[in-house]
């Protein structure tokens, strides 16, 4: 069955930094655009960066921009985050999402998420 499991989070001081994984297994990885989201107490969940399944073409969240970097590697069915200067707004839960075969149509797409992994930025 599809999994993504995330790991890495953790308390970090603010100006820290904190890399993200997350494992995919169950489905054609190589086939998937991959995403970061996050959630924070009492916000809607907010895309935080996005790579497609080449690892090409990265998107970014004008709030993380400079600072945050999404990478993949296809071999080991693994995207990662990784955060630097960290800020206590950065705290929140963060998901990996999964959406693709990219040969389908963008409406017959997958979305698989997995269980998120909190991450707080405080002194």
């Known amino acids: 069955q599809v999994q993504l499991v995330e790991s890495g989070g953790g308390l970090v001081q603010p100006g820290g930094s904190l890399r993200l994984s997350c494992a995919a297994s169950?489905?054609?990885?190589?086939?998937?655009?991959m995403s970061w989201y996050r959630q924070a107490p009492g916000k809607e969940r907010e895309l935080v960066a996005r790579?497609?399944?080449?690892?090409?073409?990265?998107d970014y969240a004008d709030s993380v921009k400079g600072r945050f970097i999404i990478s993949r590697d296809n071999g080991k069915n693994t995207v990662y985050l990784q955060m630097n200067s960290l800020e206590p707004k950065d705290t929140a839960v963060y998901s990996c999402?999964?959406?693709?075969?990219?040969?389908?149509?963008?409406?017959?797409?997958?979305?698989?998420w997995g269980q998120g992994t909190q991450v707080t930025v405080s002194s």
């Open positions: 790579v497609t399944n080449t690892g090409v073409v990265t």
């Open positions: 169950g489905f054609t990885f190589s086939s998937y655009a």
């Open positions: 999402n999964a959406r693709g075969p990219w040969f389908l149509p963008t409406k017959a797409q997958y979305d698989y």
